[in-house]
């Protein structure tokens, strides 16, 4: 089966295996008399998106946006703080622990930090979603740059490169698939992060009207925020996917010569 053909098969047992989840869900919920505050069907989750869209609008751009900006400042700062790392058997052993310690803290203990230095809004919705992403950017960059050969990096030096040359030329490179890796990780934390702080210390997005449904047990508009957030983190995924398979395609050569 030749590789296009495989990809496809998966892409239409995806799709198959999601439909029929739904399919599930929906007959189970009808069978069993499930409450709508409970679990509601998702067919009236799809009636509330349709009947509430120009209301869930804006609070879905005002997630997405501060998820980006949180998101770009996290993977920004991950790369630096990661090629520090793995470029410096020193800042190694100096600021490792301190990041495994901090990521170690519940990110909802430092929202009400966030809002007594930025006030309430999207700032601490912006700074919640960077702090909680950096981590497994800087981890996974970090273990790019160690897995340089040495061997590779001595021979390079006798050639008379530099180390800022072998860190562009090779130790960057080799450590893409591992960034983008992080990034698909880092994406899904970064709308953990945004929601986290929208539903404590802000008047706008998708957490705060999660927030306040869940309040008036309007359990309905609950699942259509969730079911939101899911579709927003799936197309973000896909993006760094596609990105991802366009910048390193050399790291799935062998992939797709065992599917061939």
């Keep these: 089966m030749s590789p296009s053909a495989s990809r496809l098969r998966q892409r239409l047992l995806s799709a198959g295996a999601l439909i029929g989840f739904f399919l599930l869900w929906e007959a189970g919920c009808r069978a069993f008399g499930v409450s709508d505050l409970v679990l509601p069907r998702p067919s009236q989750i799809l009636a509330v998106l349709v009947q509430k869209l120009p209301l869930l609008w804006p609070h879905t751009v005002q997630t997405l946006s501060t998820t980006l900006a949180g998101f770009g400042l996290g993977v920004l700062a991950g790369v630096l703080i990661g090629v520090l790392i793995g470029s410096s058997r020193l800042a190694y052993d100096v600021a490792y622990p301190l990041l495994v310690g901090f990521s170690s803290i519940p990110k909802v203990a430092v929202v009400p930090i966030f809002v007594v230095w930025f006030g309430a809004g999207t700032v601490p919705a912006i700074m919640t979603a960077m702090v909680i992403s950096v981590f497994p950017v800087v981890v996974n960059v ?92 799936v197309a973000l995924y896909a993006i760094s996917a596609f990105i991802e398979a366009r910048l390193t395609g050399w790291t799935q050569r062998k992939t797709d010569m065992a599917m061939g």
């Design 142 to 233: 970090a273990t790019g740059l160690a897995t340089t050969e040495p061997e590779l990096e001595d021979v390079l030096k006798v050639l008379g490169a530099s180390r800022l040359d072998i860190l562009w030329n090779v130790g960057l490179p080799r450590a893409l698939p591992y960034l983008f890796a992080s990034l698909k990780i880092a994406i899904t934390l970064a709308f953990v992060g945004s929601v986290l702080s929208e539903t404590v210390a802000a008047n706008k997005g998708i957490g705060n009207v999660m927030m306040i449904a869940s309040g008036n047990f309007d359990v309905p508009l609950v699942f259509a925020g969730l079911f939101i957030l899911a579709v927003m983190g």
